[in-house]
C-alpha cells in the first residue's frame, strides 16, 4: 500500500445529504419500445428499487459515503421494500417521511436490447414531499455535498438549496427530468451537472459535440454554478469550471441497461468531490462507475461498490476544448 492510499484510508467517510424521489421500476425487458399504436411482447417483467433520489444516494453509499437521505414513500409495499434495500447500504433514512394516503412513485420504464430506456415516472408520495428543514439542516452541517434532481416538487428542491447554501455545504443538482429552473435556485447551485438533453434545454441551444457542450457549459456557468459537468453518454463528459473546459472521452462497453447510469456518474463524482479530488480526477471516477453500471440490468442492483470502480479500466487522457 502506497503511503497516500494509507492516508485516505484512514481518513473519515465523507458525509452526502440527498433530497430526492423513490420510486420502484417496473422495468419492461422489450426488442424493442413501442411506437405509437403499436403494441409490442415484453421479454420479462422486473420489479426494481429506484427513483433519482434513491439511486444517487445508494451511488454516494457505495462509493463509501456516509449518506443522509431525504424523501417520501407510501406505507406500502414497494416503499417497505426501498427501505429495507436502503438499510442493506447502511443509508439513513430517518429523513424519508411515510405518505399514508398516496402510494410510492412507481417508474414503468422500457429497456431494449441495446440498453436504450424509456421511462414515465408516477410521482405519488415523491409528489408530496415537505422537506423538514430544521433535520436537513442537521445533516448538510459540515458535509461534503447536498445532492438534489428535479422528481420532487421543485419549491422543495429550493427550500432545500437554500438550507445547504446558509450552511456553507456544496449544492450539486442534477436537473432531471428537465423543467425550467427558477431564478433563485441557480445562484445556490455550486455544481450542476447535465446530461446533453438538460443542456440543450437550458441554454436554448443544441449539444452533438463536445465543443457544443463546452459552450453550452460556460453560459450555464455564467448562471451561478462554478463547476458544470455536461455528461455525453458513451462519449463521455465535458468538466468546465473557472480555469476552462476539459473533454473526458467515455469507456467502450457492452451496455445492457442504461438506467441509472446518470445517477451513479453523480454519486461517483459527488463522493470524489467531498473527499477532495479535483474536478477532473472526480469526473473520471463517476466515467468509470457509470460504464460499469450500464452492463448490468435495472437501477440500484447496477450501481457498483468502490473496489470494483478501483479495478476497473482508467478513461482515456482528458484533452482542454
Ligand atoms: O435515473 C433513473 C431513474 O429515473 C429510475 O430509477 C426511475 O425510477 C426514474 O426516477
Not at 46 to 56: D, I, S
Not at 121 to 150: D, I, K, T, W, Y
Not at 288 to 317: D, E, F, K, N
Request: hydrophobic share 45%; net charge negative.
Amino acid at each position: 500500500m502506497t503511503a497516500v492510499t494509507a492516508v485516505t484510508a484512514n481518513l473519515p467517510p465523507p458525509r452526502i445529504a440527498v433530497v430526492g424521489s423513490l420510486n420502484m421500476d417496473l422495468v419492461l425487458q422489450v426488442q424493442h419500445a413501442p411506437g405509437p399504436g403499436e403494441t409490442v411482447l415484453a421479454d420479462a417483467l422486473l420489479l426494481v428499487p429506484g427513483g433519482k433520489g434513491g439511486n444517487q444516494a445508494v451511488a454516494c453509499a457505495r462509493q463509501g459515503a456516509q449518506v443522509f437521505l431525504f424523501g417520501r414513500v407510501g406505507d406500502d409495499g414497494y416503499g417497505h421494500t426501498l427501505r429495507a434495500g436502503l438499510d442493506a447500504d447502511g443509508i439513513d433514512h430517518r429523513g424519508v417521511q411515510t405518505d399514508t394516503e398516496v402510494t410510492t412513485g412507481v417508474a414503468a420504464i422500457t429497456v431494449e436490447t441495446t440498453g436504450q430506456n424509456r421511462i414515465v415516472v408516477v410521482p405519488g408520495a415523491n409528489g408530496r414531499f415537505m422537506l423538514n428543514a430544521e433535520a436537513l439542516r442537521g445533516s448538510v452541517q459540515g458535509a461534503g455535498g447536498l445532492v438534489l434532481q428535479l422528481e420532487i416538487p421543485m419549491s422543495q428542491v429550493l427550500a432545500a438549496a437554500d438550507v445547504a447554501h446558509a450552511a456553507g455545504c456544496p449544492v450539486l443538482l442534477n436537473p432531471s427530468p428537465i423543467q425550467p429552473l427558477p431564478d433563485a435556485l441557480w445562484p445556490l447551485v455550486n455544481i450542476l451537472v447535465v446530461n446533453e438533453v438538460e443542456a440543450a434545454a437550458l441554454a436554448g441551444q443544441s449539444v452533438a459535440t463536445p465543443a457544443d457542450a463546452a459552450q453550452v457549459a460556460q453560459a450555464l456557468r455564467s448562471k451561478g454554478p462554478a463547476q458544470v459537468v455536461v455528461t455525453l453518454g458513451a462519449a463521455g463528459a465535458v468538466a468546465a469550471d473557472a480555469t476552462g473546459c476539459r473533454y473526458h472521452p467515455g469507456l467502450v462497453v457492452q451496455a445492457v441497461d442504461t438506467t441509472a447510469a446518470g445517477d451513479t456518474f453523480l454519486g461517483a463524482l459527488a463522493v470524489a468531490l467531498a473527499r477532495g479530488e479535483p474536478l477532473d480526477a472526480a469526473v473520471r471516477d463517476g466515467i468509470r462507475a457509470s460504464a460499469l453500471c450500464v452492463t448490468q440490468p435495472g437501477a440500484q442492483p447496477s450501481i457498483p461498490a468502490r473496489a470494483a470502480v478501483a479495478h476497473s479500466p482508467q478513461p482515456p487522457a482528458w484533452s482542454p476544448l
